[in-house]
């Protein structure tokens, strides 16, 4: 029986009528599964799939033809749009298995089992373009209009339990029923046809080691019992709560906030270092009270090394987390991390040996040997992934994965997936394909890159340049103001990702933006701690941050003018290296700082005393800096000239006082950017390419300098200044 919304107390019930009428069919699927994906209790980020069965005018016929839209491969059901589901013409679905049934080798792995994925797109209806899933059977073959497969936390508790079918039976009794583990394909969907052909009355099953599937011929209907079901399942966990004794009790304690922080700071950075020997990662730091009283437990060793149990949680997680015995109230973080060394080296060398024993003649060569979850007793959990959209999914899932271990250690014992079956998910030729097909990593994927002055001029536009390579971005800036609203405007461009997990600022997307003097050695490293927390670390450092103090009309600059000039361009930088460089090597990662100097560096002018020769001196910076923080940075300088296009240094009463000086007519009324323009082209008059030199110009050299095609350059000033003859270094 179906409970009322009224009675749901561990789901949330979200179904409105108003919203939901006013939709077609097709968007009453989206609105479901918007719905369902909306609670990780119900389902995790990228998990799960549903369906319904529509009646839609033939395109070619013009008949109506019965269509099986079902979410598609990637994507995730939280932020599902149309675009998201593949739709096929049912009849032309289900004469495929006659294809299936021909084949003289078949049943779960087997060739023909694979080659179905690719028949899928013979039956697409309306050219849709999105791929089907290897689940599609699931949702085709089964004989309702409507179709939800979710793993909801409650359920997979049960199906990760070592008496599943007896407790399927004495949660659900008749009205759902269980099939055993096995890898999803077009054979488990006749396994599930087949069980309800058996028992017509069947309203769902739980799938073992996997999920819930369950159906019905409304929509509405079947969004009901999905939330049934796992409220069900709950009601009976919650019966056997062990309390204080929940994963064998205690054996340490959490340390408090303030103290987990610092530890990270000095711990992540090492770290990160020591997982990114294949790959760079990027981190998220994940701390809950019931994710802590898992590290802090008796049993956190012993459940940690069986792995977590639903099959796509562990292809983020890989086949188990490491943990590391490390007694937080009574050790030292040196300690720690030589305790994380030995852990790390027999984790990869399980990894290997779980490789060797499990491979097959055809699977792919073995991939990144280190983990990808890290669990600390008193601190919590650290996430590893290629970008911060994976690395806080693969947090999500294993704090998902806790859960279930939490439920079923209370109501039975918990098991995982056999190492065999583990391995033929993670290495399945499907996935590999999938991967294969993958565009190539941008040049600053996996990388995070700190713009020094990203609130505006050169330094936004190299943030939105090296975002485009694919770059976690910090955008930092004096004004916090405004680093946030270049981080906020990189975010809305980039989309913020799909996990549900990091804590604190190690919850945001691939920019984030900070506020930071770099005359104040304080606020640096309060910066870089932040940055450390968000991401695990950081790569590349520009620094765009500069200010030109323009004298009086004497040519008079006062002396604290003359200091904040230099503690801008040339102190800044250097602390911003200095502070750097214990993270640097702390990480032992290649990398490379950009300073921005400027073409009048070399060029003596009349009235510029402060800021030409501060910027002398940033150049010589740039030198001493490569020699001392070689061979792991590269240091190189960028020398733009008379960038007057958005630029902070040219505010309309300055371009004003220069059209004056060179005589270039103007109006009053007219618009700053007009008034620049005019400037910029006067500018452009007087060097060797004859055109207005951009910001985009300066941002591009920023970037190419910053990335590997300069990795044989250090040490050297590069002008960026349209050609400038008396700038020609000597
Ligand atoms: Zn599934």
């Known amino acids: ?7 749901l107390k561990h789901v949330n019930y979200l179904w409105d009528d108003e919203i939901a009428d006013q939709l077609d069919p097709v968007e009453r699927l989206r609105y479901r599964s918007n719905l369902l994906g909306a609670d990780q209790r119900i389902t995790n980020t990228g998990g799960g799939n549903t369906s319904s069965k529509i009646k839609l005018p033939d395109p070619l016929t013009g008949e109506d ?3 099986l839209w079902v979410k598609g491969s990637g994507g995730d059901l939280r932020t599902s749009t149309r675009a998201n589901f593949a739709s096929l013409y049912m009849d032309k679905f289900l004469s495929l298995e006659n294809i299936y049934t021909r084949a003289e080798v078949k049943g779960v792995k087997t060739e023909i089992e694979d080659a179905m994925v690719d028949m899928y797109r013979h039956t697409t209806f309306g050219l849709n373009p999105a791929a089907s899933s290897i689940d599609t059977p699931l949702h085709g073959l089964i004989p309702f ?6 793993h909801p936390i409650s359920v997979i508790a049960i199906a990760a339990s070592k008496d599943q079918e007896r407790l399927t039976q004495e949660i659900f009794e008749e009205e759902v029923g269980w099939v055993p583990w096995q890898r999803p394909g077009f054979d488990l969907g006749l396994v599930m046809r087949d069980k309800l052909r058996q028992d017509p009355d069947l309203k769902g099953l739980v799938m073992g080691q996997h999920g819930l599937i369950n159906w019905a011929d409304d929509d509405k209907a079947c969004y009901e019992r999905t939330l049934s079901l796992i409220e069900k399942a709950a009601r009976y966990i919650e019966k056997y709560d062990k309390g204080d004794q929940t994963f064998g009790g205690q054996k340490y ?3 408090d906030e303030k103290t987990r922080n610092e530890i990270f700071v000095k711990l992540l950075p090492v770290l990160r270092g020591k997982v990114s020997g294949s790959n760079r990662f990027i981190g998220t730091v994940h701390v809950t009270e019931s994710l802590l009283q898992f590290v802090n437990s008796v049993n956190a060793p012993r459940l940690a090394e069986i792995g977590t149990s639903c099959p ?12 590391v015995d490390w007694d937080p109230q009574h050790e030292s973080v040196e300690s720690l991390i030589q305790i994380l060394d030995s852990g790390l080296a027999q984790y990869r060398s399980d990894y290997k040996a779980y490789y060797e024993a499990c491979k097959h003649p055809d699977s792919p060569p073995m991939r990144d040997p280190n983990p990808t979850v890290i669990l600390i007793p008193g601190l919590g959990l650290i996430a590893w992934g290629k970008n911060k959209s994976e690395s806080r999914v693969t947090a999500e899932f294993y704090s998902l994965a806790i859960e279930v271990m939490r439920s079923s250690e209370a109501i039975s014992e918990y098991q995982g997936l056999p190492r065999q079956e583990a391995f033929d998910i993670e290495y399945w030729l499907l996935e590999e394909a999938k991967l294969k097909r993958m565009p190539p990593e941008k040049e600053f994927a996996r990388h995070v890159v700190v713009v020094i002055g990203a609130g505006s001029g050169i330094g936004k536009a190299t943030a939105h340049r090296v975002a485009r390579e694919g770059a976690h971005v910090v955008c930092a800036d004096l004004s916090e103001q405004a680093a946030h609203a270049t981080a906020q405007h990189l ?3 980039y989309g913020v990702g799909i996990g549900v997990a990091g804590t604190g600022i190690s919850g945001s997307g691939p920019a984030i933006g900070l506020g930071v003097d770099v005359t104040n050695r304080e606020s640096i490293r309060s910066m870089f701690e932040n940055v450390i927390l968000a991401y695990g670390g950081f790569d590349n450092i520009i620094i765009t941050a500069g200010i030109f103090v323009p004298p009086d009309k004497q040519g008079y600059i006062p002396d604290e003018k003359w200091s904040l000039t230099y503690s801008i361009n040339v102190t800044g930088p250097y602390l911003v290296a200095d502070e750097a460089k ?4 702390a990480q032992g990662l290649k990398t490379s700082l950009v300073i921005t100097t400027s073409a009048n560096a070399a060029v003596a002018k009349q009235g510029s005393f402060a800021y030409d020769t501060s910027k002398a001196a940033a150049n010589h910076l740039v030198r001493e800096l490569a020699i001392e923080l070689a061979p792991l940075v590269r240091v190189n300088g960028l020398a733009p000239a008379t960038v007057v296009e958005g630029s902070s240094m040219f505010p309309r009463d300055r371009v004003i006082s220069s059209l004056t000086k060179y005589n270039i007519p103007f109006d009053e009324s007219e618009s700053t950017e007009l008034l620049r323009d005019k400037l910029a082209a006067f500018y452009a008059q007087r060097t060797l390419t004859k055109s207005p ?4 110009d300066q941002a591009e050299v920023a970037y190419l300098l910053s990335s590997d095609k300069f990795s044989k350059t250090t040490g050297q000033i590069i002008h960026v200044d349209g050609g400038l003859q008396e700038a020609f270094l000597r």
């Open 491 to 493: 975010v809305h461009l």
């Open 693 to 696: 030199i951009t910001l985009g």
């Open 145 to 150: 209009r409507h179709v939800d497969h979710m």
């Open 253 to 255: 304690q959490s340390l």
């Open 1 to 7: 029986m179906t409970l009322k919304p009224q009675e």
């Open 65 to 67: 033809a019965d269509v």
């Open 582 to 585: 214990r993270i640097w090597l």
């Open 312 to 323: 796509d949680h562990f292809l983020r997680t890989k086949i188990k987390p490491l943990y």
